[in-house]
């Protein structure tokens, strides 16, 4: 991406996060965020030029790259209001079915509004087809051991994820206190193997006597709307057409999926 965009006769630098999903507001380990800054406009020459032209122009040479999805958006009009120029739609799911479901909706309805003149580069961040890793824990074993199921989750989520403990007061200053297993001892879904919780009676046992590793898939985070699950979908207006359009065009296609 750096390549291509050093290469468009406007772009006088890119900085890029990895991480960072800008227009969701969250941190994921498959995303990016890149900031584009545009020579001064008296060293841009020639039709094209502009930022809107080289939005359109980036995104065509980004769909050469099968490997990710990306989206090209504008900065927003007034700096802080927003995270991207054009809209925010909220779609919310109030029928409480699965999440492949409303995912299946979700990408009916983005598809439906791409197809609208009003519209275009209609998209979301929602992605719930992410690899992850399911522990299934063998409950009744745990019980017949005298293991409460509270503390297996206490352990895996100290040794693979983190665990507030406390905070001190040294030199003038707070430090936190989080337990944590080192990096190398959790770096692959085997690591659960190596761990080990205690028993009421105070035995200690391996969790890999109690826990499963199931492959699944899902979304890395889901956001909440009036308490209904929901989805942001950004897009903007088509040249020709303003904000206003656009919203009227977005409402009019939620409104078949009702």
């Known amino acids: ?23 969701a507001g969250v941190n994921t380990p498959y995303t990016g965020s890149g900031f584009v800054v545009l020579k001064p406009w008296s060293q841009r020459k020639g039709q094209g030029s502009s930022a809107l032209g080289l939005i359109q122009r980036l995104s065509k040479l ?5 490997e990710a999805n990306i989206i090209v958006v ?29 995912n299946a ?3 009916a309805f983005i598809s439906a509004a791409n197809r609208r003149p009003e519209l275009t580069r209609v998209a979301t961040q929602f992605n719930n ?8 824990i063998d409950r009744e074993r745990a019980k017949s051991l005298g ?38 001892a959790r770096s692959t879904p085997d690591a659960v193997n190596s761990l080990y919780v205690r028993t009421q009676a105070g035995d200690m046992v391996p969790l890999s006597s109690l826990v ?6 899902g979304p890395s985070y889901i956001e909440r709307y009036n308490i209904y699950r929901a989805v942001t979908v950004n897009g903007s207006p088509a040249p020709g057409y303003s904000q206003g359009d656009a919203l009227n065009a977005m409402e009019q296609v939620a409104q078949t999926f009702d």
């Not at 087809?129 to 299934?136: N, S």
């Not at 895996?156 to 406390?166: D, H, S, V």
Request: hydrophobic content about 45%; aromatic content about 10%.
């Open 74 to 102: 504008a900065p927003p009009a007034i700096p802080g209001i927003g995270q991207a120029g054009g809209f925010e739609f909220i779609v919310a799911d109030t029928s409480g079915g699965s999440l492949d479901q409303f």
């Open 1 to 23: 991406m750096r390549q291509i965009v050093m290469r468009q006769p406007e772009a006088q630098t890119m900085l890029a996060i990895t991480g960072l999903n800008l227009l």
């Open 147 to 184: 293991i409460p199921i509270s503390d297996i989750f206490n352990s895996l989520q100290t040794f693979l994820g983190g665990l507030y403990i406390n905070d001190f007061n040294l030199f003038g200053r707070t430090y936190r206190v989080t337990a944590e297993a080192q990096d190398s």
């Open 129 to 136: 087809r992410v690899p992850q890793i399911e522990y299934v």
């Open 105 to 107: 909706a979700l990408q």
């Open 62 to 66: 980004f769909g050469t790259i099968r």
């Open 212 to 217: 499963t590793i199931k492959p699944a898939h």
